[in-house]
């Protein structure tokens, strides 16, 4: 069973910053591209940052230096600092992993969603 759990949402003023983070466990071999998506309501899920196990990051053009996703191989963890936040990135913020298990099964895997408010 592999599990992966975000944490760091919250509420913040537009301008300011958050963290998130999302730590994988359980039946894991190898973990290749890390991500994080988010969907507002009645929107399709969206790609912000994904990362590979190497390091090459890919950003939306739409956080494009405000954000910076890192992730830590040896934790299976994988974070997403956003910086100088505007009220359009509110939304519910899910973690991705391309994940090998060790029954040799491979697939995708989401988080449970966390919810980042940007409000004044």
């Known amino acids: 069973q592999v599990q992966l759990v975000e944490s760091g949402g919250g509420l913040v003023q537009p301008g300011g910053s958050l963290s998130l983070s999302c730590a994988a466990s359980?039946?894991?071999?190898?973990?290749?591209?890390m991500g994080w998506y988010r969907q507002a309501p009645g929107n399709q899920r969206e790609l912000v940052a994904t990362?590979?196990?190497?390091?090459?990051?890919n950003y939306a053009d739409s956080v494009k230096g405000r954000f910076t996703i890192s992730r830590d191989n040896a934790k299976n963890t994988v974070y997403l600092q956003m910086n100088n936040l505007k009220p359009e990135d509110a939304d519910v913020y899910y973690c991705?992993?391309?994940?090998?298990?060790?029954?040799?099964?491979?697939?995708?895997?989401w988080g449970q969603g966390t919810q980042v408010t940007v409000s004044s």
């Open positions: 991705n992993a391309d994940l090998l298990d060790k029954a040799g099964n491979r697939r995708q895997y």
């Open positions: 990362i590979t196990s190497r390091g090459s990051t």
């Open positions: 359980g039946n894991i071999f190898s973990i290749g591209v």
